[in-house]
């Protein structure tokens, strides 16, 4: 079965740094690119972080600079360091892969939930 | 930055239609990547490239896309399909639509 276990999640100051991960199986991890989405309760999903297979990353603005995406292909892992947290990144964040062929996520983790609050 | 508007809120009965809207500059330039989310669950991809189904998604889910406006329709809508519903491009980044919430009466 094709899945993505996120975990690492939990409650943080701010200011202070914490580092997401998740496991994925039942396919070739190492030939897809892969995702990090976040959700804040209530609200819409906002895109946090991509690494291509060769390890190339992409941040949009509001997270680049204190969030670094990693991927370790012989553990079928994928990671989110995040540092400088603020109450605004208080989400459940989801790892996700993207359709090898366009830019749709076909297969995303249950989620992790961040928390930043003093 | 693209901007993709929705609809807050979309209600309809059973085994009627229901289409959901997602407006964006030029979208149908684009391709658009409509998700799934239920209650305290993750997305599911329920459709992709407009109008391409992933295997496992009902033909009752179909989508199209022209002009400025992207538009996911949902046939013989049933109970199971209350959840809320999020379209998503590719600009400079991944960029996903307000969301919209699908109320089956």
């Known amino acids: 079965e094709v899945q993505l276990v996120e975990s690492g999640g939990g409650l943080v100051q701010p200011g202070g740094s914490l580092r997401l991960s998740c496991a994925a199986s039942g396919f070739t991890f190492s030939s897809y690119d ?9 609200k819409g999903l906002e895109w946090v972080s ?17 969030f670094t995406i990693s991927r370790e292909n012989a553990k079928n892992s994928l990671y989110l360091q995040m540092n400088s947290l603020r109450a605004g ?6 790892c ?22 003093s | ?9 979309v209600s309809v009965a059973p085994g ?3 289409r959901i809207t997602c407006g964006g500059n030029n979208i149908g330039s684009k391709s658009v990547h409509w ?26 889910f179909s989508g199209s896309n022209s002009g ?15 959840a809320d519903y999020y379209c998503q491009v590719w600009d400079s980044g991944y960029v996903f639509g307000t969301g919209t919430k699908v109320t089956v009466l």
């Open chain 1, 34 to 42: 892969m995702h990090w989405v976040r959700q804040a309760t209530g």
């Open chain 1, 50 to 66: 991509a690494i291509g297979t060769a390890g190339d990353t992409y941040y949009p603005g509001s997270v680049k600079g204190r």
């Open chain 1, 89 to 94: 990144d208080t989400a459940v964040y989801y």
């Open chain 1, 96 to 117: 996700a892969r993207r359709v090898s062929t366009t830019s749709a996520f076909d297969i995303w983790g249950q989620g992790t939930m961040v928390t930043v609050s």
């Open chain 2, 1 to 9: 930055s693209y901007v993709l508007t929705q609809p807050p809120s």
């Open chain 2, 16 to 18: 009627q239609t229901a």
């Open chain 2, 35 to 60: 998700y799934q989310q239920k209650p305290g669950q993750a997305p599911v991809l329920v459709v992709y490239d407009d109008s391409d189904r992933p295997s496992g998604i009902p033909e009752r």
């Open chain 2, 68 to 82: 400025n406006t992207a538009t996911l329709t949902i046939s013989r809508v049933e109970a199971g399909d209350e």
